[in-house]
């Protein structure tokens, strides 16, 4: 996926039902939770305040709800402030707790299981039709950076009438973009066939010919190509939705109220991590390889993809336009009704990631990558 040329049934009601099984559903953990812990140099970086003699702050738990099952180097952000020990420099242990898909794990968010949950900007958007009380207080990464790959038969977006594209549910991150790359052509999902296929399960679902296309990821793209060099690129999702805004992380606004301080830490620990993304390629790298579960050279290509795309987050990474686009594009594609598009205030909380901005120095704004 290298940013080059190549990489580089009814409509409102379905909707509505997408919505309705988002804040009826009370899905659990798909897998296991871990709890993240910090290196030995950044708990020494931690316990030293300057008198030589303070101790380490007491920690405070928090869930946090991760959207795919490994991650994906997208995801990376709060693995890498967990190793680094930004999490624990500002007094929370944060336990990783592993969805198959940001819906799923949003759902969690709803039914209190969760304290924060990492999702696509997609479910987010359809709890705020319902004025469910969930909003977004920062993101990992706010640009798209993911493909339409197909089997070798299939090069544009035409030639997808009638074929099989792996999703793992309708309303979820991957059928939004399926269905926006159908929207190129005036196509619609009537005119192909989902087949219900996990994150980790898509890469394989094309190797087997289970499916023709899936939305893959930038590691899941090389991992697919260095097996098969025969699988196309139908659609770079970054050109076919320009302004789109990927991803956030949801909470309640009763958690808002109650633990405005452990947000505001937690965000320091993202930003921290984002920033640390571009500045230490080698660390990240290696984090990437423990937690995807992808080859190294995998992993490498992705990150040089991710970090030269400016994927990652470094400030509060939710600038109105970009979401104020999402919106109106969501309307466009069917996935909301225009008398109930949200407004950029009833999405979004900027306050906890703006007080941690300040934190860490202000925002970045030497480069037009940053957001």
Not at 17 to 37: Q, Y
Not at 47 to 63: E, F, K, N, T, V
Not at 181 to 210: C, I, K, S
Not at 256 to 284: H, K
Request: charged residues 20%; glycine residues 10%.
């Amino acid at each position: 996926m290298e940013r080059r040329p190549v990489l580089q049934r009814s409509r409102v009601a379905l909707a509505l039902a997408i919505t309705g099984v988002l804040l009826l559903g009370l899905a659990g953990p798909t897998s296991h939770s871990a709890r993240a812990a910090a290196s030995g140099e950044a708990v020494a970086r931690a316990a030293d305040s300057g008198s030589g003699s303070a101790a380490a702050p007491q920690l405070r738990r928090i869930s946090l709800g991760v959207p795919v099952t490994p991650p994906n180097m997208v995801h990376l952000a709060p693995y890498i402030a967990a190793d680094q020990g930004y999490f624990q420099e500002v007094g929370l242990e944060v336990e990783f707790k592993n969805f198959e898909g940001g819906l799923q794990a949003l759902r969690g968010g709803i039914a209190g299981g969760l304290d924060i949950a990492g999702t696509s900007a997609d479910p987010i958007i359809a709890a705020a039709t319902r004025n469910a009380g969930i909003k977004a207080i920062g993101t990992y990464a706010p640009k798209l950076s993911v493909v339409m790959v197909g089997q070798e038969t299939i090069r544009t977006p035409a030639d997808l009438r009638g074929r099989r594209i792996g999703i793992q549910e309708v309303g979820g991150f991957n059928e939004v973009m399926s269905r926006a790359v159908l929207a190129t052509v005036g196509m619609t999902p009537d005119d192909v066939r989902y087949v219900t296929v996990t994150t980790a399960g898509r890469v394989p679902g094309l190797l087997a010919n289970q499916i023709d296309a899936a939305i893959l990821h930038a590691d899941q793209y090389y991992n697919a190509i260095q097996r098969n060099p025969n699988f196309t690129v139908i659609a770079r999702l970054w050109e076919v939705l320009p302004k789109w805004w990927y991803s956030g992380y949801a909470v309640t606004d009763q958690k808002i109220q109650q633990s405005r301080p452990m947000l505001v830490d937690f965000e320091t620990g993202i930003i921290r991590a984002g920033r640390f993304m571009y500045q230490n390629r080698d660390r990240t790298i290696e984090v990437g390889v423990q937690q995807t579960n992808q080859p190294r050279d995998v992993v490498e290509r992705a990150y040089d993809d991710l970090a030269a795309g400016g994927i990652w987050a470094v400030n509060d990474g939710m600038p109105r336009d970009m979401i104020d686009y999402t919106l109106d594009k969501q309307v466009e594609l069917g996935m909301l009704q225009a008398n109930r598009r949200p407004t950029y205030e009833q999405l979004i909380d900027r306050s906890m990631a703006e007080e941690a901005l300040q934190r860490v120095g202000g925002p970045w704004t030497d480069d037009p990558r940053w957001y």
